[in-house]
């Protein structure tokens, strides 16, 4: 059984005063056990988040299953590469996870799959849990290239790798047209995406792999539409934008059980 992983991408938003609030006021919520939640700030907020999540007090929520984690990290271990940050300081710094090649990475930073790949094997080096990101344009949809463009994606990002350590990932399937859109994608949509990234996944590492590695949609989530995705086999958590920056409805998302 995968365990269910729900991760809120902060994007560029939230001083750390901001976050400081956001993190009490989440651990005041109802938040099941059962799902590992990934909390990733931007880098100047990290130290904040972690040290709110340390603090004592008397949450409901079992605060072992709230981690953190970057949203992106150069594949060096260190060197001359200003204004980066490298896997092991992420680490350092108290994370589990890295959003790896997120599509805003894509889109505005030029990242191809060559660079996603670097930094999922970095990230791994480093003892991070590697969250990629993976999914189709519009454009791509339209003209019926979204499978080509995933499987793409998925042999770009994990070539290279050991089947064991494949099988510990999450791949996030976004479809661009449906991040910050409030047009989610169906939850047969995403059924459908898991299914193939698993496909191509055994293809490449054997079935151990893809029946461990953990698939998450994301795109224009929200609390009344996650138990959709969640209910959908192969879809075992969701990437939050949006929804993430308000600590009511994240934890709605998370115990979308409710
Ligand atoms: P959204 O963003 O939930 O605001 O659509 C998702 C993402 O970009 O990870």
């Given at each position: 059984?995968?365990?269910?992983?729900?991760?809120?991408?902060w994007?560029?938003?939230?001083?750390?005063?901001?976050?400081?609030?956001?993190?009490?006021?989440?651990?005041?919520?109802?938040?099941?056990?059962?799902?590992?939640v990934?909390?990733?700030?931007?880098?100047?907020?990290?130290?904040?988040?972690?040290?709110?999540?340390?603090?004592?007090?008397?949450?409901?929520?079992?605060?072992?299953?709230?981690?953190?984690?970057?949203?992106?990290?150069?594949?060096?271990?260190?060197?001359?590469?200003?204004?980066?940050?490298?896997?092991?300081?992420?680490?350092?710094?108290?994370?589990d996870?890295?959003?790896?090649?997120?599509?805003?990475?894509?889109?505005?930073?030029?990242?191809?799959?060559?660079?996603?790949?670097?930094?999922?094997?970095?990230?791994?080096?480093?003892?991070?849990?590697?969250?990629?990101?993976?999914?189709?344009?519009a454009?791509?949809?339209?003209?019926?290239?979204?499978?080509?463009?995933?499987?793409?994606?998925?042999?770009?990002?994990?070539?290279?790798?050991?089947?064991?350590?494949?099988?510990?990932?999450v791949?996030a399937?976004?479809?661009?047209?449906?991040?910050?859109?409030?047009?989610?994608?169906s939850?047969?949509?995403?059924?459908?995406?898991?299914?193939?990234?698993?496909?191509?996944?055994?293809?490449?590492?054997?079935?151990?792999?893809?029946?461990?590695?953990?698939?998450?949609?994301?795109?224009?989530?929200?609390?009344?539409?996650?138990?959709?995705?969640?209910?959908?086999?192969?879809?075992?958590?969701?990437?939050?934008?949006?929804?993430?920056?308000?600590?009511?409805?994240?934890?709605?998302?998370?115990?979308?059980?409710?």
């Amino acid at each position: 059984m995968r365990r269910p992983v729900i991760a809120a991408n902060w994007k560029m938003n939230k001083n750390t005063g901001e976050a400081a609030v956001f993190v009490r006021e989440f651990l005041l919520q109802p938040i099941p056990g059962d799902v590992d939640v990934v909390i990733c700030p931007p880098f100047t907020a990290i130290a904040t988040v972690l040290e709110v999540l340390r603090a004592p007090g008397k949450e409901k929520v079992a605060r072992e299953n709230v981690r953190l984690g970057a949203q992106d990290l150069h594949w060096e271990a260190k060197g001359a590469f200003t204004g980066e940050i490298s896997p092991f300081m992420v680490k350092d710094a108290g994370c589990d996870f890295a959003i790896v090649a997120h599509s805003e990475r894509r889109r505005f930073f030029g990242e191809t799959d060559e660079i996603a790949n670097r930094k999922v094997s970095a990230a791994f080096t480093a003892g991070l849990i590697p969250i990629l990101c993976v999914g189709e344009t519009a454009e791509e949809r339209d003209g019926g290239s979204a499978t080509q463009v995933l499987e793409r994606q998925v042999r770009g990002g994990l070539a290279g790798l050991a089947a064991d350590v494949v099988s510990r990932m999450v791949i996030a399937y976004e479809p661009v047209w449906a991040i910050g859109t409030g047009r989610a994608a169906s939850p047969a949509d995403a059924r459908d995406a898991a299914t193939f990234i698993r496909k191509v996944v055994a293809e490449m590492y054997g079935s151990a792999a893809s029946e461990g590695l953990r698939v998450q949609y994301g795109g224009s989530v929200d609390p009344g539409n996650i138990a959709g995705f969640m209910a959908q086999p192969g879809v075992d958590g969701a990437l939050v934008g949006g929804a993430s920056l308000d600590p009511v409805k994240f934890a709605q998302i998370v115990d979308y059980r409710r």
